[in-house]
């Protein structure tokens, strides 16, 4: 056998046919016509690479927005050429601005603390100031309430002019006075619950009284003495805040851009009552206000979570023209089970929203399972076939069978299983819902499918089995798509930062078939996934 | 054939009079490897047109360091062949039975046939199995690439080449038939057949 397949080998294996008689010029003007028609060849990527690396982008920078947004939201800066700074200025320099400081009514009403619906503590000065402004509805109005975030970096800026309204009536040496406050922290320890602050102005001398729940002063210290008044005033607000445990005690503190001059208001609303330093405004060119948002919760959460599961593909073919094609494509084809892995990112709006991107890759399987049975005509055993042979060139001419066949039937069973490598780019938003250490949400989007490989059988126009593989006509998905997805999730948070995540998934697309049928075809994709979720806090 | 990097880079940027040279080049060893796949010759034409354009187009993506680009096109030519066999054929998976199906071919001195006959006598062979064979006897192709190549396993691979190799011995070794087809038996050179024949 040897000998005739390497007889074989060598005749055939670097074999070229002459041209004499063949129609070479005509071929190669049909070519030439047909390449005319196909736009060059790009030498960069591939139409396939450009969308991953597009939407590999796109993931990307809404991921670093995201990050970025999240890590800077904790400070507001006012540069001087801002609106904002001027008015700040200009009210610092106004002689007729209320010196609230001035009057123990008012230094009275500084010390009447009031709690709102989320803890946050008001001076009823502040409260009456924020009003004014809101009556106006100026570019820095703010609203009252503590309990809107998206007011409170308004509200900042009006407590800071309220601040800056009432430094004029402080002494002249408080800037002094300021810095060594600023310099030196200031201990607590003694410092009861319910502890409530006055302070005296009669003749130049003023003294602040700390008292603690029971009604006895902790505490009572002259002007005279090193510790400034507003300074024991601030310890008993921060006191106060602390021992209250008020979900959304700030730090503001304000930098100019020297670096060199920081004010800490330890709890803006009381903090107000401090003389801060008016070169600080008069030479900065922009303030920083930055906010301590340790004990409270963030507008804005990012969650990175992996993921992997199962995943079911079904195809559902719908056709006009070609409805027997549809029929036969439907009844031959059937589930199969893959695997899909991922990575998700989220973006929680307030602890409720949600806005969802990731990237997935998806192995889905489908099965085609085929019968078929057609009568053929066979050889019959033993039997001799007549044959008419052209004596020159050995070819075959024609083939007598008479009464050599016999008819029989021909049963085909193809079972085949089509594999599909797909990539997912998926943009959601959604809602969720937190009860204890179970987090539930539900998200809607679209979702970008690249198919990177596929290979398998399908049956043809003219209902023939026939091999797809990538780019063919008859392959089963097209490059790219896009599908609507709905994904419920149920989560359980087991640390601090890590949650357990249960996410089924449904992803519907359509697409038209390539070839010559009118068959369109409905992808209905269900993944069955478990996840690890890491929030950022 | 030498085809050079330079013609090569041109076709690259779609130059029609580069692109001509190249198919001078490779057309006659296209051409045999068309007319060794096809089961209906008269399909070339329209198999070779498929494939140049297929190759023009995609040429961008041939790496040179892998193989000849005349390897790299044969590649083309030969799967292009594969699916119109199965086009106009249609797929036969009944494995072939010997048993029950008489060759309808005969017995020829290898050595002594013309191309074109020995390619006649190939073709009888069932349409799974030359495809095998051809791929891996005569253009060398390993099991794991004809798989890819043909969409199935490697083990069919395996087990249509020994079939295609049964229909091969029986076909060129049968002694029953060398009698009755004496019209267009040549005498072997080889000893041995000389004494098979002779009896």
New interface residues.
């Given amino acids: 056998m040897k000998h005739i397949e390497n007889e074989l080998k060598k005749r055939f294996s670097n074999q070229e046919l002459a041209n004499d008689n063949f129609d070479t010029d005509g071929l190669w003007d049909s070519i030439s016509n047909e390449l005319d028609t196909i736009p060059p060849p790009s030498n960069g990527f591939s139409g396939f690479q450009k969308w991953i690396a597009g939407s590999g982008f796109l993931l990307l920078l809404v991921v670093l927005l995201g990050f970025v947004y999240f890590k800077s939201n904790n400070y507001i800066i006012i540069k001087k050429t801002d609106s904002r700074y001027k008015a700040i200025l200009q009210n610092q320099q106004n002689e007729t601005t209320t010196a609230l400081l001035n009057a123990d009514e008012n230094i009275t009403d500084y010390t009447e603390k009031n709690t709102d619906t989320t803890g946050t503590i008001k001076t009823t000065a502040q409260q009456n100031y924020i009003k004014k402004h809101q009556a106006v509805k100026t570019a820095n109005t703010p609203s009252t309430s503590s309990a809107n975030p998206h007011s409170h970096q308004k509200n900042k800026v009006v407590k800071h002019q309220y601040l800056k309204e009432n430094t004029k009536a402080q002494p002249a040496n408080s800037l002094t006075e300021l810095n060594t406050f600023n310099k030196e922290p200031i201990s607590l320890t003694d410092l009861t619950t319910e502890a409530v602050s006055t302070l005296t102005d009669e003749s130049g001398s003023t003294s602040t009284a700390l008292k603690n729940h029971s009604g006895t002063s902790a505490t009572s210290i002259p002007n005279n003495s090193n510790t400034p008044a507003n300074k024991i005033l601030d310890t008993a607000a921060t006191a106060e805040i602390l021992n209250k445990n008020t979900k959304v005690s700030k730090q503001v503190t304000l930098v100019d851009n020297t670096g060199k001059t920081s004010v800490a208001l330890l709890q803006p609303k009381i903090s107000l009552l401090k003389p801060f330093n008016q070169s600080i405004l008069s030479t900065a060119s922009y303030i920083k206000i930055i906010e301590d948002k340790t004990n409270e919760n963030p507008s804005i959460r990012l969650n990175i979570g992996f993921i992997g599961g199962i995943n079911m593909l079904y195809r559902k073919h719908k056709a006009n023209i070609f409805s027997q094609l549809a029929n036969l494509k439907n009844a031959t084809t059937k589930l199969d089970a893959g695997g899909s892995f991922g990575i998700q990112t989220t973006i929680v709006f307030n602890n409720r929203w949600l806005l969802k991107s990731g990237i997935e890759y998806h192995q889905l399987w489908s099965t085609l399972d085929y019968s078929e049975m057609k009568p053929i005509q066979i050889l019959k055993k033993n039997e001799l076939v007549k044959i008419a042979v052209d004596a020159e060139t050995g070819n075959v001419i024609n083939r007598f069978y008479k009464d050599t066949l016999v008819n029989a039937t021909s049963t085909r069973t193809v079972l085949h299983h089509n594999k599909f490598e797909q990539i997912s780019v998926p943009f959601e938003v959604g809602v969720q819902q937190n009860r204890n250490l179970l987090n539930y949400s539900i998200t809607v989007g679209t979702v970008f499918n690249f198919i990177k490989n596929q290979t398998g059988k399908t049956i043809d126009a003219d209902g023939e089995i026939i091999v797809f593989s990538k780019n063919d006509d008859e392959a089963l998905f097209k490059p790219f798509s896009v599908g609507l997805r709905i994904s419920p999730l149920l989560g359980y948070q087991f640390s601090e930062n890590l949650s357990l995540t249960l996410l089924p998934k449904w992803t519907w697309s359509r697409q038209p078939n390539w070839d010559v049928t009118d068959i369109k075809t409905n992808v209905h994709q269900l993944n069955f996934n478990v996840g690890l979720k890491y929030t950022f806090k | 054939m030498n085809v050079s990097d330079n013609l090569i880079e041109s076709c690259?940027?779609?130059n029609?009079k580069s692109?001509?040279d190249l198919?001078?080049l490779l057309?006659?060893?296209l051409?045999?490897v068309a007319?060794?796949y096809l089961r209906d010759t008269s399909f070339v034409?329209d198999v070779?047109?498929e494939s140049?354009?297929k190759i023009?187009?995609?040429?961008?993506q041939y790496n040179p360091n892998k193989a000849p680009l005349k390897n790299w096109a044969a590649q083309i030519v030969v799967n292009d062949c594969l699916?119109y066999n199965?086009?106009i054929i249609?797929?036969?998976?009944?494995e072939f039975d010997l048993?029950?199906?008489?060759i309808?071919?005969?017995p020829q001195v290898?050595?002594e046939?013309?191309?074109?006959?020995?390619?006649?006598i190939?073709k009888q062979m069932p349409v799974n199995y030359f495809a095998v064979f051809n791929l891996y006897?005569?253009?060398?192709y390993k099991h794991l690439e004809i798989a890819k190549m043909?969409?199935i396993t490697i083990t069919l691979s395996r087990k249509r080449l020994s079939r295609a190799?049964e229909w091969?011995?029986k076909t060129?070794n049968s002694k029953d038939k060398t009698d009755?087809a004496s019209?267009?038996i040549t005498l072997p050179k080889?000893k041995k057949q000389d004494e098979t024949y002779r009896k």
């Fill in positions: 690259k940027l779609n029609r692109q001509q198919y001078k057309l006659p060893y051409r045999a007319y060794r034409k070779l047109q140049f354009v023009f187009k995609n040429i961008h699916n199965k086009r249609g797929e036969a998976n009944e048993n029950k199906h008489e309808i071919c005969l290898v050595e046939s013309t191309d074109e006959h020995l390619l006649v190939l006897v005569i253009d060398g043909l969409g190799r091969l011995k060129f009755q019209q267009t080889n």
